[in-house]
């Protein structure tokens, strides 16, 4: 596995994690997965697009909350297939449903700002 490969499942990982634990209630240990989710985002950053392309592997995650949260991170970046992702989900239930809602909210009326450019 690429150091690439490795900070795009720890993204996933603990994005999945993220969620879980915000089913089960546990709102401190859910920021904490928060926390190590944007770290490997951040990292994937500072390689500019070639990270950028790489989290876009997980559009085709087997969990929506992945796949939301990578496409709301890469709205700037994967506009056309980031917006299919989160109107997609945007029309179901769940907190996946709420977060692509919301991204896209924000994208629209200018207020989104996960990845400046």
Known sequence: MTGLE?????????????TDC???GDARAGNKHAEKALAAYMSLRERGD?????????????????????AAFLLRHKTVEA???????????GLAALGAQQALRNWQNGSWALDLA
């Open 22 to 24: 915000i089913l089960q």
């Open 83 to 93: 917006t299919a992702i989160l109107e997609d989900a945007a029309r179901g239930q």
């Open 50 to 70: 070639v990270g950028r392309n790489a989290l876009a592997a997980l559009f085709s995650h087997a969990r929506m909350d992945v796949r939301v949260t990578a």
């Open 6 to 18: 490795s900070l795009v499942e720890k993204f996933a990982q603990n994005t999945a994690a993220q």
